[in-house]
């Protein structure tokens, strides 16, 4: 039996894990990957490494030979599997390069969208339609077209930027992650309000009732709904997945931006089926490695 690791390193956590052959997940790690909402995640990768090694030591405790390791960046990976951006993660040195130094074996680089596309494609709602649009809305935003099972990297692998569509708010100019992310509505609301928020999730407790809370939930959900509605206008998707943190955990956000669409829209919309997809499609793109090396 041959056993994988994967890693889904994330703007807020890393979630981390050995799996089999067949992808099921046997033990898994978690850390948080930032403890500020402010500046960039998991500076030199401290946090990733510690995950690394808690889940080799129960590797080498349990007698499981590490075959193939996957990480996915929430950052531009080419399709060399070298990064490209330090948007959302402070790396220091080309985890291709340092990753191998810490474990002694070669890892797989991918974009964590990638990798959270292929976990469906292989094992969630995906598997039944080799083609669709995945969407993910978590602590950043970012797509990818999954062709025939496979995700299109594009011609340098950047074929992942839905986050960085501009979008008119308060009369400006901004990002769509900006806006509408999981640390885009946290950061808005803190600068608004002047209240400190660990994140999304406190602001999303606070609709209703907090006039800015509420105004700045609603703008991300005006600001999303415009972005996916440009995003279908251009790809012409048969069927639309959207998973993340933030989309699984939302009700009210996906009903906020749902009821903005237009119907021939909001009915291609299927919500992911697998919250950990990130993690099994880092170990899908590892197992990926061993049949064509």
Known sequence: ??????????????????????????????????????????????????????????????????????????????????????DGVGWQIQPKIE???????????????RCAALGEATLGDGKAQSDFLYVLVSSGISHTLVVNGRTWPGASGRAIGFGVTE?????????????????GIAREYQHKSGVMVSGAIEVFEKFGTDPIATAVIEQAAECLYRGLKN????????????????????????????????KPVSALLNLASLPNAGLIG????????????
């Not at 990753?99 to 969208?113: C, N, Q, R, Y």
């Not at 197992?287 to 090396?293: A, D, E, F, G, Q």
Request: net charge neutral.
């Open 231 to 262: 995003l279908v206008e251009v790809l012409d998707p048969e069927k639309i997945i959207i998973g993340g943190g933030l989309w699984l955990g939302s009700p009210k956000y996906r009903e906020l931006v749902a009821n903005r669409l237009p």
């Open 167 to 183: 979008i008119e708010h308060d009369g400006k100019f901004k990002t769509l992650e900006s806006v509408a992310s999981g640390l």
């Open 1 to 86: 039996m041959k056993y994988l690791l994967g890693i889904d390193l994330g703007a807020t956590k890393i979630l981390g894990g050995i799996l089999d052959e067949e992808l099921g997940i046997i033990h898994q790690e978690t850390l948080p990957s930032r403890d500020s909402l402010m500046g960039l995640a998991d500076l030199g990768l401290v946090q990733t490494k510690r995950v690394i090694s808690k889940l080799l030591v129960t590797a080498a405790k349990f007698n499981l030979k590490i075959s193939a390791a996957g990480i996915g960046f929430p950052e531009y990976v080419s399709v060399e599997g070298q990064l490209m951006s330090k």
């Open 99 to 113: 990753l191998p130094k810490l474990t002694g074996f070669s890892w797989v680089i991918e974009s964590d969208v």
């Open 282 to 293: 880092a170990a899908a793109v590892a197992r990926n490695s061993l049949i064509n090396p």
